[in-house]
Antibody, heavy 123, light 107 residues
Framework: EVQLVESGGGLVQPGGSLRLSCSAS????????MHWVRQAPGKGLEYVSS????????YHPDSVKGRFTISRDNSKNTLYLQMSSLTAEDTALYSC????????????????WGQGTLVTVSS | DIQMTQSPSSLSASVGDRVTITCRAS??????LAWYQQKPGKVPKLLIY???TLQSGVPSRFSGSGSGTDFTLTISSLQPEDVATYYC?????????FGQGTRLEIK
């Protein structure tokens, strides 16, 4: 059974930093692209970052580029999101998601989601 | 960035009704589109990818169609357990984007 368990969220002051972790199990972690998606309270889904299976390729949209860094440790089956220069607009539930099998574009559809870890940015 | 616009934003229908949700992309995305269902308090669930391919385990009353810029999600016979918010997602671009969501309720 695929399991994705996030940790590391919490209350942080504006301008602060936080590192999120996602522990994966139930599948061969190293061959799948992984992603972070966030959802502000009562709002829709927002894509945050992606990383290829071997970690050699990453993508961050402009909204987080230069502030957030996605990484992974395949020896530990763990995905990370390092966040810095946080603002109130970053307050959200951050979920770790697994890309579909098969490679190519369709691996960017998300077939498993973690329950998420809540990040609150407030003074 | 590719903008995804869903309509309607919310709808109410009766059990057994045929329900259609549409999603329009601001530029062509081929068939690189997925649909998700998010029930209250739950994480999203992948229903359809490649615009029309049903994810394993998803009931056959769900179907998807479209290509290019216009897409639809259809529920052939609405069931009480289908109450949820539905999101489309484009993955043609490295900057993945979601629609704003469609909230579906039972009348």
């Amino acid at each position: 059974e695929v399991q994705l368990v996030e940790s590391g969220g919490g209350l942080v002051q504006p301008g602060g930093s936080l590192r999120l972790s996602c522990s994966a199990s139930g599948f061969t972690f190293s061959i799948y692209a992984m992603h972070w998606v966030r959802q502000a309270p009562g709002k829709g889904l927002e894509y945050v970052s992606s990383i290829s299976g071997n970690g050699g390729s990453t993508y961050h949209p402009d909204s987080v580029k230069g502030r957030f860094t996605i990484s992974r440790d395949n020896s530990k089956n763990t995905l990370y999101l390092q966040m810095s220069s946080l603002t109130a607009e970053d307050t959200a539930l951050y979920s770790c998601v697994k890309g579909r099998e098969g490679g190519g574009y369709h691996s960017r559809a998300f077939d498993y989601w973690g329950q998420g870890t809540l990040v609150t940015v407030s003074s | 960035d590719i903008q995804m616009t869903q309509s309607p934003s919310s709808l109410s229908a009766s059990v057994g009704d045929r329900v259609t949700i549409t999603c329009r992309a601001s530029q062509g995305i081929s068939n690189y589109l997925a649909w998700y269902q998010q029930k209250p308090g739950k994480v999203p669930k992948l229903l359809i990818y490649a615009a029309s391919t049903l994810q394993s385990g998803v009931p056959s009353r769900f179907s998807g169609s479209g290509s290019g810029t216009d897409f639809t999600l259809t529920i052939s016979s609405l069931q009480p357990e289908d109450v949820a918010t539905y999101y489309c997602q484009q993955y043609n671009s490295a900057h993945i984007t979601f629609g704003q969501g469609t909230r579906l309720e039972i009348k």
